[in-house]
């Protein structure tokens, strides 16, 4: 046994870690190797033996041969949680061995008592095999699923009482239409789990069809069901169905606990519940459908509202008798009478980010009373004494008016009249739309809002135009709403609005001024660029996160450069003139520097380009390469080592130049030139391959080629692959046909170039020299 089994191979590690994972807790060599750790380490590849024989020479105690004989292919899908031999594996620490006996019985077609039995010479906890029936179905394993999606298995615990809840969730594919035969199923279901083995809460086991429809969430036996454990029970719920079974509500509280509801309604309940009393406890104002009182709703008032306006009862009424009932209502001061018309004006849905209703502590906004007149046709002092009489202190003072058509297009959000309406605030952007519709200025368009009661107008300080249009309103639009005159514009939103257009961004901020935004951005460019959406985005890509101000990185640039087609000397220039601060200055080389071809002009390559590159641009720019490279890695295109080539000479760049032409494009760093290249190099240098070799490697590239190769043996090398190892008979038939030689020349040649050849006996003849076709007469 190893002191330190971190220190064993990999799979070493593996086999000796409890769980199989390469890591502590290690197997205990004091302590036998079980025969599921075997299992569980061949999985379905079988290879227990080998496995055990490799822990006996690591010192650890395996199971005897008799014991690893007795393995076949099914245990490794016993053991396996999924049932398919594979991790993640079933522990003794399971509470659920029951539904996987099942599982696994379907899966291999065995009776569950065979899995049960042989789990339990594996050392698992396993159900006793006589608890379980003779055959199964797919059915039963689907009835022992679980279906709440908690933790803790795939399966319902073997101890704990089955609930009614799963029963009806486990049905609920199938389930029937009436509540007789809904309980009927539930109590065959309750059966065979009997049979199963499992333990049914009593609840379940004795249901009726009176019990279906109660733990139905519209009381009509049929699904969605109430949830069971720890989720509360409506006092609502109870209520009505005492009132329609003439049941007491004590007594069907009790009969959902016996049902596997926990939290049943606080406090003492009424003897009994007539009908008229249940039409208290929902109305019909809400979305979707009825909508029922909580028994401690925070804000019962609108409840007692749309109840009271239903029923014609007085509102205090209504809230003595549901706090008979048990609900919590507060004392409060309460309308005399509701009706139906008092809906909109406790609603707080023509208001953006209000509630449902309108809060009688809160103070109501200018809007809903205005739009409130205008759809009642009615002042709006009549629309302020309804409130005041429904209990709502907080109102503004808004003069006696009859809105007209135009009003409500005013205090509409969108100008369009509909729904939401301004509350208390009319945004400068809102004002400077109306004045375009209206064919004002913004100072008149103000003085309307004022005279509907608005008193919070935004307006900027300083001269504004006598007129503006749509689009002055279009330019101040931002995502989610207007831009406030009092704030700085952002440069991005400059940018934005300015490419939107079509112009440079000074003349955006010139239109700006005018409508009185004083802090802008100073100095923009008049002109615009296509680019500029890409230069101020994140990852250049426009429509994204906004790049920020300061510290623009150096790689933003090299991308934006590659993905706009334009100089990264252009894009840094371009984002200075637009108020950006780029890492690196600007330096007028860098558009040289940058070019793949020295020229300063496009292509802009985004990665670097080989040292032949960095050869050519310090003879562009007469500089050293040391300088040129320096700069390149501040462009951000990385840190690049020359080679130490006892300096560089004028020949270098036709070396690393792949067509040997001085120019673009260059060997990458560090690649291994082909014997190719060398001998092209040599035969246009007029230099000995070796040497080419020998300066190729100062340059920092490993090149290397057979010691017999010679510039004569290019006609060769020129019609077979880079560098080959080995040729194969019909791969010296081909050369020997194209070169003309004898196959017996070319593969005694490959064989002195230390490349394999088959051992044959070759040709010694040379193939016939090729005729040209003969050309058609004219």
Same mark, same amino acid.
């Given at each position: 046994?190893?002191?330190?089994?971190?220190?064993?191979?990999?799979?070493?590690?593996?086999?000796?870690?409890?769980?199989?994972?390469?890591?502590?807790?290690?197997?205990?060599?004091?302590?036998?190797?079980?025969?599921?750790?075997?299992?569980?380490?061949?999985?379905?590849?079988?290879?227990?033996?080998?496995?055990?024989?490799?822990?006996?020479?690591?010192?650890?105690?395996?199971?005897?041969?008799?014991?690893?004989?007795?393995?076949?292919?099914?245990?490794?899908?016993?053991?396996?949680?999924?049932?398919?031999?594979?991790?993640?594996?079933?522990?003794?620490?399971?509470?659920?061995?029951?539904?996987?006996?099942?599982?696994?019985?379907?899966?291999?077609?065995?009776?569950?008592?065979?899995?049960?039995?042989?789990?339990?010479?594996?050392?698992?906890?396993?159900?006793?095999?006589?608890?379980?029936?003779?055959?199964?179905?797919?059915?039963?394993?689907?009835?022992?699923?679980?279906?709440?999606?908690?933790?803790?298995?795939?399966?319902?615990?073997?101890?704990?009482?089955?609930?009614?809840?799963?029963?009806?969730?486990?049905?609920?594919?199938?389930?029937?239409?009436?509540?007789?035969?809904?309980?009927?199923?539930?109590?065959?279901?309750?059966?065979?789990?009997?049979?199963?083995?499992?333990?049914?809460?009593?609840?379940?086991?004795?249901?009726?069809?009176?019990?279906?429809?109660?733990?139905?969430?519209?009381?009509?036996?049929?699904?969605?069901?109430?949830?069971?454990?720890?989720?509360?029970?409506?006092?609502?719920?109870?209520?009505?169905?005492?009132?329609?079974?003439?049941?007491?509500?004590?007594?069907?509280?009790?009969?959902?606990?016996?049902?596997?509801?926990?939290?049943?309604?606080?406090?003492?309940?009424?003897?009994?519940?007539?009908?008229?009393?249940?039409?208290?406890?929902?109305?019909?104002?809400?979305?979707?459908?009825?909508?029922?009182?909580?028994?401690?709703?925070?804000?019962?008032?609108?409840?007692?509202?749309?109840?009271?306006?239903?029923?014609?009862?007085?509102?205090?009424?209504?809230?003595?008798?549901?706090?008979?009932?048990?609900?919590?209502?507060?004392?409060?001061?309460?309308?005399?009478?509701?009706?139906?018309?008092?809906?909109?004006?406790?609603?707080?849905?023509?208001?953006?980010?209000?509630?449902?209703?309108?809060?009688?502590?809160?103070?109501?906004?200018?809007?809903?009373?205005?739009?409130?007149?205008?759809?009642?046709?009615?002042?709006?002092?009549?629309?302020?004494?309804?409130?005041?009489?429904?209990?709502?202190?907080?109102?503004?003072?808004?003069?006696?008016?009859?809105?007209?058509?135009?009003?409500?297009?005013?205090?509409?959000?969108?100008?369009?009249?509909?729904?939401?309406?301004?509350?208390?605030?009319?945004?400068?952007?809102?004002?400077?739309?109306?004045a375009a519709a209206t064919g004002t200025g913004p100072r008149?368009?103000?003085?309307?809002?004022?005279?509907?009661?608005?008193?919070?107008?935004?307006?900027?300080?300083?001269?504004?135009?006598?007129?503006?249009?749509?689009?002055?309103?279009?330019?101040?639009?931002?995502?989610?709403?207007?831009?406030?005159?009092?704030?700085?514009?952002?440069?991005?939103?400059?940018?934005?609005?300015?490419?939107?257009?079509?112009?440079?961004?000074?003349?955006?901020?010139?239109?700006?001024?005018?409508?009185?935004?004083?802090?802008?951005?100073?100095?923009?460019?008049?002109?615009?660029?296509?680019?500029?959406?890409?230069?101020?985005?994140?990852?250049?890509?426009?429509?994204?996160?906004?790049?920020?101000?300061?510290?623009?990185?150096?790689?933003?640039? #090299? @991308? /934006? !450069?590659?993905?706009?087609?334009?100089? *990264?000397?252009? &894009?840094?220039? %371009? +984002?200075?003139? $637009? =108020?950006?601060?780029?890492?690196?200055?600007?330096?007028?080389?860098?558009?040289?520097?940058?070019?793949?071809?020295?020229?300063?002009?496009?292509?802009?390559?985004?990665?670097?380009?080989?040292?032949?590159?960095?050869?050519?641009?310090?003879?562009?720019?007469?500089?050293?390469?040391?300088?040129?490279?320096?700069?390149?890695?501040?462009?951000?295109?990385?840190?690049?080592?020359?080679?130490?080539?006892?300096?560089?000479?004028?020949?270098?760049?036709?070396?690393?130049?792949?067509?040997?032409?001085?120019?673009?494009?260059?060997?990458?760093?560090g690649t291994d030139p082909s014997w190719k290249h060398v #001998? @092209? /190099? !040599?035969?246009?240098?007029?230099?000995? *391959?070796?040497? &080419?070799?020998? %300066? +190729?490697?100062? $340059? =920092?590239?490993?090149?290397?080629?057979?010691?017999?190769?010679?510039?004569?043996?290019?006609?060769?090398?020129?019609?077979?692959?880079?560098?080959?190892?080995?040729?194969?008979?019909?791969?010296?038939?081909?050369?020997?046909?194209?070169?003309?030689?004898?196959?017996?020349?070319?593969?005694?040649?490959?064989?002195?170039?230390?490349?394999?050849?088959?051992?044959?006996?070759?040709?010694?003849?040379?193939?016939?020299p090729r005729t040209p076709r003969a050309g058609r007469s004219?």
């Amino acid at each position: 046994m190893p002191n330190d089994p971190a220190s064993l191979s990999h799979t070493d590690r593996r086999i000796v870690s409890r769980a199989l994972n390469y890591q502590a807790p290690w197997l205990d060599p004091a302590e036998p190797v079980t025969l599921c750790h075997l299992i569980r380490a061949a999985g379905r590849s079988g290879d227990r033996e080998e496995i055990a024989a490799r822990l006996t020479e690591l010192g650890y105690v395996v199971p005897p041969a008799g014991q690893l004989a007795s393995v076949t292919a099914d245990d490794a899908m016993m053991i396996s949680r999924d049932g398919d031999g594979l991790q993640p594996w079933i522990t003794p620490e399971d509470h659920s061995f029951r539904g996987h006996v099942l599982s696994v019985a379907r899966r291999l077609e065995l009776p569950p008592a065979v899995i049960a039995a042989r789990l339990a010479e594996l050392d698992f906890p396993a159900p006793d095999p006589g608890s379980f029936p003779d055959e199964i179905t797919d059915a039963d394993r689907d009835l022992v699923r679980r279906r709440d999606g908690g933790g803790g298995g795939r399966w319902i615990a073997d101890d704990d009482p089955v609930p009614l809840v799963h029963v009806l969730a486990a049905l609920e594919r199938g389930m029937p239409k009436k509540p007789q035969e809904v309980a009927s199923a539930i109590l065959a279901a309750c059966e065979r789990l009997g049979r199963l083995g499992y333990r049914v809460d009593p609840g379940a086991a004795d249901v009726t069809a009176d019990d279906v429809v109660l733990v139905s969430r519209e009381l009509d036996g049929q699904a969605p069901w109430l949830p069971a454990g720890d989720e509360p029970v409506p006092l609502h719920h109870v209520l009505r169905f005492a009132q329609a079974h003439d049941r007491a509500p004590g007594e069907v509280a009790a009969r959902l606990g016996r049902l596997g509801h926990h939290r049943l309604p606080e406090g003492p309940t009424v003897d009994s519940v007539t009908g008229e009393e249940t039409e208290l406890l929902g109305h019909g104002w809400g979305v979707g459908g009825r909508t029922w009182l909580a028994q401690d709703d925070p804000d019962p008032f609108p409840h007692l509202v749309a109840v009271g306006a239903a029923t014609g009862k007085a509102p205090a009424e209504i809230a003595r008798r549901l706090r008979t009932l048990g609900f919590t209502v507060p004392e409060e001061e309460l309308p005399a009478r509701t009706t139906e018309s008092d809906r909109p004006l406790i609603s707080g849905r023509t208001l953006a980010g209000a509630g449902t209703w309108l809060s009688r502590t809160q103070p109501v906004p200018v809007g809903h009373i205005l739009h409130n007149a205008h759809a009642r046709g009615a002042s709006t002092a009549s629309v302020l004494a309804r409130l005041k009489e429904l209990g709502y202190a907080r109102l503004p003072a808004i003069p006696d008016l009859q809105l007209t058509d135009d009003d409500l297009l005013l205090i509409s959000e969108r100008g369009d009249g509909a729904t939401p309406v301004l509350g208390d605030t009319v945004p400068y952007g809102r004002l400077v739309r109306a004045a375009a519709a209206t064919g004002t200025g913004p100072r008149e368009a103000a003085v309307r809002y004022r005279e509907l009661g608005y008193t919070d107008v935004v307006l900027p300080d300083g001269p504004l135009p006598d007129s503006v249009t749509e689009g002055d309103a279009d330019l101040i639009t931002t995502d989610t709403g207007w831009l406030a005159p009092d704030e700085a514009v952002p440069v991005p939103f400059v940018v934005r609005r300015a490419h939107a257009e079509g112009i440079g961004p000074a003349g955006i901020v010139r239109r700006l001024r005018a409508l009185g935004f004083h802090d802008v951005p100073d100095a923009l460019p008049d002109t615009p660029h296509p680019a500029d959406l890409v230069m101020i985005s994140e990852g250049a890509k426009p429509g994204g996160d906004l790049l920020p101000l300061t510290g623009v990185p150096a790689h933003h640039i #090299l @991308r /934006a !450069a590659h993905t706009a087609d334009v100089s *990264p000397y252009d &894009i840094s220039r %371009r +984002l200075i003139a $637009l =108020g950006y601060t780029p890492e690196v200055a600007p330096h007028p080389d860098d558009e040289v520097i940058c070019s793949a071809n020295g020229d300063g002009r496009a292509p802009w390559p985004w990665g670097s380009e080989g040292l032949g590159h960095v050869l050519l641009l310090a003879k562009v720019l007469g500089r050293t390469p040391q300088d040129v490279n320096a700069r390149r890695a501040a462009l951000g295109y990385g840190e690049r080592q020359l080679p130490d080539a006892g300096g560089f000479e004028d020949g270098d760049m036709v070396l690393l130049s792949e067509n040997l032409d001085a120019r673009g494009p260059w060997l990458r760093w560090g690649t291994d030139p082909s014997w190719k290249h060398v #001998l @092209r /190099a !040599a035969r246009i240098t007029g230099r000995d *391959p070796r040497q &080419i070799v020998e %300066r +190729l490697r100062l $340059l =920092g590239h490993a090149a290397d080629v057979p010691s017999a190769l010679g510039v004569d043996d290019l006609v060769l090398l020129e019609v077979m692959p880079d560098d080959p190892r080995s040729v194969d008979t019909a791969g010296i038939l081909s050369v020997a046909t194209r070169t003309g030689r004898s196959p017996a020349e070319v593969a005694a040649r490959l064989r002195e170039l230390d490349i394999e050849v088959p051992d044959l006996d070759y040709p010694t003849r040379r193939p016939a020299p090729r005729t040209p076709r003969a050309g058609r007469s004219v």
